[in-house]
């Protein structure tokens, strides 16, 4: 009696295991294609999305060429839905509070070598999914760029690794997928679906002349450098940005001792070409000022903006209005309630865009009380429009002119296009052109301590305030007056350089040790690569190539 009790308790267990029921915390999606239950934890690669119906094994992808105008989907196959994997890290806690602090962490390996890992935004994909779903479809890589937290996945994927990883050639990637859960402390998860593909890397051919180190021609207001560089270095960074291994790079130029040393155009850009920076332009709000201030049209950045606004007459007037410092402005320290990286905050430069005046939006705003006055960095846009306008309001001819007159002119720069504010003041935000070499002169103008040709145009003193560590950003980042501050380590040595930075990796680097100015354009506007690329260009190729 006993034996047949056994054997139909186990061939119970049996059944209720091959009909898919499961022990869970809260009920998944069933289930019920037969592709699901062949495939429980496993990941498919598919070109084209495919429904669930029609989906067949042999449409798993086992190769895929990775190239422009393309589609990469992945079907992830779960035994359960992620909150019931999440219960299994914290049993105690609420299939609610499992849904607000977990998600899906991807690890990316390419050739056997881990190369990115990411434990997804909380707040990718709903509550409901999350609860629910066992099988999910998530696009990597679009061609008709459809909008999915996984685009942004791969492209986040490709910005820290995968593009260098991915070379011309064949490769296996590999795909792990566990569940996290952040609650005191960050829980990790055993991997509840895994796939590979081989990516195969088509070869780019190139005109071999591009790869070759640019001559440099005669120019009025420059002498040419005859110091040495590492050719080698230089050539095979040309070669990677003609390659697209580094994209939408569109010039380099290295000034060393005052000189032309590397002057190289990318992409369809020239000499004479006028590059959308965007927020380098902020770094001339500061330069500006300063100027303003020497030649004692401002009286000091130490002045408040009640002395040049009715502030009670705005929006959310508050005493603690009164003492915001133009300085607090120059060093992104203000109290507003206002961050460009939060894009929940009232003062978001995106809230900013759309409005009829820029200036009315920004002295509109509240004021934070959780922010302690000229101690918290807190990355600003809209501070740099009122600065424009107090420059504006301040000068002669207004503000325009005045650059013109005693920036632009004495630097013999008489080709540049400002954009404008709806109030029709050129914007101190950002999005300034210039010629490569006519930002290198203002990179070598702090070099040269605010002389050109003999000429005093910025105050030293300007030079040091805006040029020091005004405020710290994180540990080895800070900030001067519109001015960021990092060092690279290389081989050993330390190279401390002060930058104006713009979206998509847009920079004039002034170092402080060094008698060198570099600048870098690019059009790689909003791209998870943009920054990241031009900190290698930096790291692996330009500092060892030039620098002794």
């Known amino acids: 009696m006993k034996s047949k009790i056994t054997t139909l308790a186990l061939s119970l267990l049996t059944y209720l295991n091959m009909s898919g029921q499961k022990n869970e915390f809260i009920k998944s999606d069933s289930i019920i294609y037969p592709i699901h239950k062949s495939n429980i934890g496993k990941i498919a690669f598919m070109g084209q999305a495919i429904v669930i119906e029609n989906f067949k094994e042999t449409d798993f992808l086992k190769s895929f060429e990775l190239k422009e105008k393309t589609d990469l989907n992945i079907r992830v196959f779960l035994d359960k839905s992620l909150t019931n994997y999440l219960h299994l890290l914290s049993p105690q806690s609420t299939a609610d509070e499992l849904t607000k602090n977990g998600n899906y962490q ?18 990718a994909g709903s509550a409901e999914s999350k609860n ?11 061609s008709s760029n459809e909008d999915s937290w996984g685009k942004f996945l791969w492209n986040r994927f490709f910005g820290n690794g995968g593009q260098e990883v991915l070379s011309e050639g064949e490769h296996l990637l590999k795909i792990e997928i566990r569940p996290y859960l952040k609650l005191t402390e960050v829980l990790t998860g055993n991997i509840i679906a895994k796939g590979q593909i081989k990516i195969i890397v088509p070869e780019i051919k190139i005109d071999e002349k591009l790869v070759k180190v640019q001559s440099i021609k005669p120019i009025k207001d420059w002498q040419i450098s005859t110091e040495k560089i590492d050719v080698a270095k230089i050539e095979e960074l040309n070669r990677k940005i003609t390659k697209k291994t580094y994209k939408n790079i569109t010039s380099i130029v290295a ?38 201030i020497k030649d004692k049209f401002i009286k000091s950045e130490t002045q408040t903006l009640n002395e040049f606004y009715n502030l009670k007459s705005f929006q959310n007037y508050s005493a603690s209005k009164d003492s915001i410092t133009l300085k607090s402005l120059l060093t992104m320290s203000s109290t507003f309630e206002g961050s460009d990286m939060n894009s929940e905050s009232p003062g978001n430069e995106e809230n900013m865009y759309p409005t009829k005046n820029w200036v009315d939006f920004t002295l509109n705003l509240p004021v934070d009380k ?108 800070f900030y001067g007056y519109l001015f960021w501050n990092k060092t690279y380590k290389i081989n050993g040595l330390d190279y401390e350089v002060y930058y104006s930075s713009g979206n998509g990796g847009n920079r004039i680097y002034i170092f402080k040790d060094q008698p060198i100015v570099i600048v870098i354009t690019s059009t790689a506007y909003n791209t998870p690569y943009g920054e990241k690329q031009i900190e290698k260009i930096m790291q692996e190729y330009l500092i060892p190539a030039i620098s002794k």
């Open 132 to 142: 629910q779903k066992t099988i999910l479809r998530v696009p990597l890589i679009s």
């Open 370 to 477: 959780t922010k302690q006055a000229n101690k918290q960095w807190d990355y600003f846009t809209a501070g740099c429009i009122v600065l424009g306008d107090i420059i504006h309001k301040s000068v002669p001819n207004g503000l325009e002119n005045y650059a013109d007159k005693n920036l632009f002119r004495p630097l013999n720069i008489t080709k540049y296009k400002w954009q404008f504010t709806p109030q029709k003041v050129a914007n101190t935000a950002g999005s300034l052109q210039l010629s490569s070499l006519d930002y290198s002169k203002f990179g070598q103008l702090y070099k040269n301590k605010g002389t050109w040709n003999g000429k005093q145009i910025l105050s030293q003193e300007w030079i040091a305030k805006s040029l020091s560590h005004q405020m710290t950003i994180s540990e080895g980042e």
């Open 255 to 292: 000034i060393k001792d005052g000189k032309i040393l590397i002057e190289e155009y990318f992409n369809g850009a020239n000499r004479n070409t006028l590059h959308d920076t965007r927020s380098v332009g902020k770094s001339f709000a500061s330069t500006l000022l300063g100027i303003a």
């Open 106 to 123: 991807f690890t990316f390996i390419v050739d056997g070598k881990k190369i990115y890992v990411e434990n997804l935004n909380i707040g």
